[in-house]
């Protein structure tokens, strides 16, 4: 008899969680597994990478709710007596207007201000995973029957008391919490050392033959710029040290460099980092693409990957430019030695601009530098399929 499991995560966007989970859905075994895929946010580009074996849910009746107009909610809640629904969003919608929060805090708010109308699971699963902190992980810990749940982390987990103190209650649920790379493990044994003998290690699965068929099939860039192209992924956010990567690019500009830098990514920085774009006149050097659900061939069409993060889980990005040969300049961060070799498969340099920007220059100036880093990365192990098997024998 097939094991029921149930996934739970914010959405599929482009980030790196939703990546690992997309690859992880693709490798499973389904003659085994009866899979069911709960979203709060439908609508982006990684859905159509689902295996068509697995079942993604309904939207929750709040998730349809708040994707409403707010005049529309109105009408809605007045017409089908909802008043709590609407209450709940607007009691929300408030807070966040008072001030500026964390994400961890956003979760809490979200949670604390909606939980009451959000529908509990009907099913019973064997097993339930919140495939991200804050939401997905409250809403398995409270709402979802499971006989074991285990829940992912990964970003480096610091939260201050009070986030602390309210998370705690939903991490005593979980049989398992499991991070995604070393470090991410011990910055969350650091907040919560009484989860050590609970936790384990997976690491975001990269599926090279998956990634090189996407980056062999999908569309490049589209303009006829034939000198150095240099690529950037993440969110427009402060996690993501985008301050850094624009300083790094006007600096690099001024040594009269033949070069182009690009952005995937969307987020709450997106006017404040065209503003700095123009500030700083590099409107035909730091060109800002959007979001699209196949990266990969605008990865290995770039002569070099840059990644200016303050903190990352794991750093998935890194680790598909690295499997498409793409030489890789990166500051540094929590895991960034998980995977990255200074001087073999890349630069890793301290997070300022001065750094990057040399660091830059030198492999863009140094064309037998950049071969052979590239002949290192042919030679490298490619893609961490085998972390499935850490993943069945956490569920049997």
């Known amino acids: 008899m097939k ?37 709060f946010a439908h609508g982006y580009p990684l859905e159509e990478l689902v295996p068509k074996q697995v079942r993604v849910l309904e939207p929750l009746r709040y998730s349809r709710f708040s994707n409403l107009e707010v005049g529309n909610s109105m009408l809605y809640a007045i017409k089908h007596h909802e008043y709590r629904m609407l209450y709940s969003r607007l009691v929300y919608s408030a807070k966040l207007r008072s001030r500026n929060y964390s994400n961890p805090q956003k979760a809490r708010l979200y949670w604390q201000s909606i939980s009451k109308v959000i529908d509990e699971s009907k099913k019973t699963y064997d097993i339930a995973i919140s495939y991200a902190q804050g939401v997905p992980t409250f809403y398995v810990a409270s709402k979802v029957k499971a006989k074991k749940k285990y829940a992912w982390v990964n970003v480096s987990y610091k939260l201050d008391e009070k986030e602390k103190s309210f998370q705690k209650d939903y991490y005593n649920q979980f049989d398992k919490v499991i991070a ?19 936790m384990e290690v997976i690491y ?15 569309e490049g ?26 300083e790094t690019c006007r600096l ?48 290995k069409q770039s002569d070099i990957y840059v990644q200016t993060s303050r903190f990352e889980g794991f750093g998935l990005a890194i680790a598909e430019a690295r499997l498409l040969n793409t030489p890789v300049v990166t500051t540094e961060f929590d895991a960034v ?44 192990k490619k893609g961490n399929i085998e972390e499935v098997e850490k993943f069945y024998q956490l569920i049997g």
């Not at 470090?183 to 609970?198: A, G, I, N």
């Not at 975001?204 to 033959?209: E, K, T």
């Not at 402060?238 to 301050?243: L, R």
């Not at 969307?266 to 699209?292: A, Q, R, W």
């Open 252 to 299: 690099l500009k001024e040594k009269g460099l033949n070069f182009r830098w690009y952005v995937l990514g969307k987020g709450p920085l997106k006017e404040e980092i065209e503003e700095e774009i123009k500030s700083k006149d590099l409107t035909n050097h730091f060109i800002l693409l959007g979001v699209t659900s196949n990266p990969y061939p605008l990865i």
């Open 221 to 246: 860039y589209h303009d006829s710029f034939d000198g150095i192209r240099i690529l950037t992924i993440g969110r427009l956010a402060y996690q993501k040290g985008y301050d850094v990567a624009l």
């Open 337 to 380: 030695f998980n995977q990255m070799i200074h001087g073999k498969n890349g630069i890793v340099v301290k997070r300022d601009a001065k750094n990057v920007c040399n660091a830059l220059f030198e492999l863009i100036s140094n064309v037998r530098l950049r071969n052979q880093i590239i002949k290192f990365l042919t030679k490298e």
């Open 180 to 198: 995604v790379s070393d470090s991410t493990r011990d910055v969350f044994v650091q907040t919560y050392p009484e989860y050590k003998t609970k």
């Open 204 to 218: 975001d699965i990269n599926n090279p033959q998956l990634i090189n068929n996407l980056a062999n099939n999908g």
């Open 3 to 39: 094991k029921s499991l149930l996934f739970v995560i914010d959405s599929l966007d482009t980030a790196g969680a939703e990546k690992s989970l997309v690859s992880l859905l693709g490798l499973l075994d389904y003659s085994k597994y009866d899979v069911d895929l709960q979203l």
